[in-house]
């Protein structure tokens, strides 16, 4: 055995520990906002409110990806939603079984935000599924972690995306990067948010009906990255069985806490899903998520939720890093990271994409995606290690079964910047380390050998659901230009 993942662990546990309080800073750095919707009464506001987008000031949006999509045959547009937001208490004990009941408070509060839409140019390719992105605030910009890993399926398959600016986070980042462009946006509370994107639902299915062909039937999926993915956590369990305004979820990096209704804190650890949502859900997690987080392996499948563990995956990868740097370096004036140890490269981002699509067939068909193993764990719960020091079960791409690296998860840092932009990019990014020359060797007499043992392993995934042909092809390639010493 090369070296436990508990013994490693306890080599750096500092590590682990700077990795933990960076992700409390990103979940408590950040507040709640609010969406679209007319004015109306607390008890009646659904029936009462009329939803629509209205039209944006020319120019660019902040964080704009257009001229990434121009190639593809995108548009993207920028809306504004205003009008009356409500906000909750808890009804009652919010109990680890996810049936959380809730209570106005207060009176509706009026705002005004934006959403980004991303679309086919085209009609004749939206394929009638919308993802709606609660967009991530952690990093003190907004960040599109669920589009940057599905974006390639997105275009490929003809999706709309949708970016919803549902935190008072949210707001303040726009003012700041666009002061004239967004000085209309206000939201006087962070606990409108969860209205907000409930209510931003009708407004862009009504929206998305006139994106397609004209019988073209419209499925709206809530998304979340990281934070955002803990918001859904909330979502999910109290307002969505109030109001079905999502048609599944797509979860990816939750945190393992859900936020509160009342304040926005965070007092609900390691949340369950309700068993009883009539919606599907997907949800992915990486290895570097469930390494800190130990109870989200205890995630059952269910005929409703599928759950994908990711061994070697990142919170933050390299591929995340430089998506990142594409659509906000301008806005956000960001720095680019650089980092002891070469962050982990991975194409985790083809496991997305395959998720996505097996949740598409879910909605549409009522199929479910396969079943992944879980990572093997030591019995003091560590993830386990290979020989090589590589986690061992989980849903593993090639590079863990033939490999040529080691992927460890916490012992990067920037060495450019105390910022946490920067910090937060090398250490949730993990890291990548070459295996030596005389272990290739061993294991490959040629680099034919290596492709072949690599292409046997990404045919299995293929077959067993968890690649599209897109990404297979994709790994391939990439194995076919790897080059080991002989």
Not at 125 to 145: H, Y
Not at 158 to 173: I, L
Not at 269 to 290: G, I
Request: net charge neutral; hydrophobic share 40%.
């Amino acid at each position: 055995m090369h070296t436990s993942r508990h013994h490693r662990a306890q080599n750096t546990l500092s590590h682990l520990f700077r990795c933990l309080l960076l992700l409390c800073v990103a979940l408590a750095n950040t507040a709640c906002t609010a969406l679209a919707q007319e004015p109306a009464t607390p008890d009646n506001a659904k029936a009462a409110t009329v939803h629509t987008l209205l039209p944006s000031a020319a120019g660019r949006p902040v964080s704009s990806r257009q001229a990434q999509l121009a190639t593809v045959g995108y548009v993207e547009e920028e809306f504004r939603v205003r009008g009356q937001s409500q906000a909750y208490s808890t009804d009652g004990d919010w109990n680890d079984d996810g049936h959380w009941k809730l209570k106005t408070r207060g009176q509706p509060q009026a705002y005004e935000t934006r959403v980004l839409v991303r679309r086919p140019k085209d009609p004749a390719r939206f394929n009638g599924i919308v993802l709606v992105e609660w967009l991530n605030t952690s990093l003190g910009f907004e960040l599109d972690g669920g589009w940057m890993v599905t974006r390639d399926e997105i275009e490929r398959e003809g999706y709309a995306w949708v970016g919803v600016s549902a935190e008072e986070a949210s707001v303040k980042s726009l003012k700041q990067a666009n002061p004239e462009r967004y000085a209309q946006a206000v939201v006087s509370d962070s606990d409108y948010s969860f209205d907000i994107y409930d209510h931003a639902a009708v407004a862009i299915r009504q929206a998305a009906g006139q994106w397609g062909r004209a019988n073209t039937q419209v499925k709206l999926l809530g998304m979340g990255y990281s934070k955002s993915a803990s918001f859904l956590f909330t979502f999910i369990n109290a307002f969505q069985p109030r109001s079905n305004a999502y048609d599944g979820f797509y979860m990816r990096g939750a945190t393992p806490a859900a936020m509160q209704v009342n304040g926005w804190h965070i007092n609900i650890v390691m949340p369950k899903v309700r068993t009883d949502t009539k919606v599907p859900l997907m949800q992915v997690q990486t290895e570097m998520e469930v390494a800190v987080s130990w109870p989200l392996s205890k995630t059952l499948d269910t005929d409703k939720l599928r759950y994908w563990e990711v061994a070697g995956g990142t919170h933050f990868d390299q591929h995340m890093r430089e998506e990142s740097l594409a659509a906000s370096q301008a806005d956000a004036k960001l720095t680019t990271p650089k980092c002891f140890n070469p962050s982990s490269t991975l194409p985790t981002q083809v496991f997305d994409h395959a998720a996505l699509h097996a949740l598409r067939n879910w909605v549409t068909t009522g199929t479910p995606p396969p079943k992944a193993p879980r990572l093997q764990r030591t019995g003091l719960g560590f993830v386990k290690d290979d020989d090589l020091g590589n986690a061992m079960g989980g849903l593993r791409l090639p590079e863990l079964d033939a490999p040529t690296a080691r992927y460890d998860m916490f012992n990067n840092g920037p060495t450019n910047s105390l910022g946490f932009w920067v910090g937060f990019a090398c250490i949730a990014g993990g890291t990548a380390k070459p295996l030596d020359a005389g272990i290739l060797r061993s294991r490959y007499a040629s680099d034919q050998a290596y492709v072949q043992a690599y292409k046997q392993h990404a045919d299995k995934l293929l077959s067993d659901g968890f690649l599209r042909p897109s990404g297979h092809a994709l790994l391939l390639d990439q194995a076919r230009l790897v080059k080991l010493p002989h």
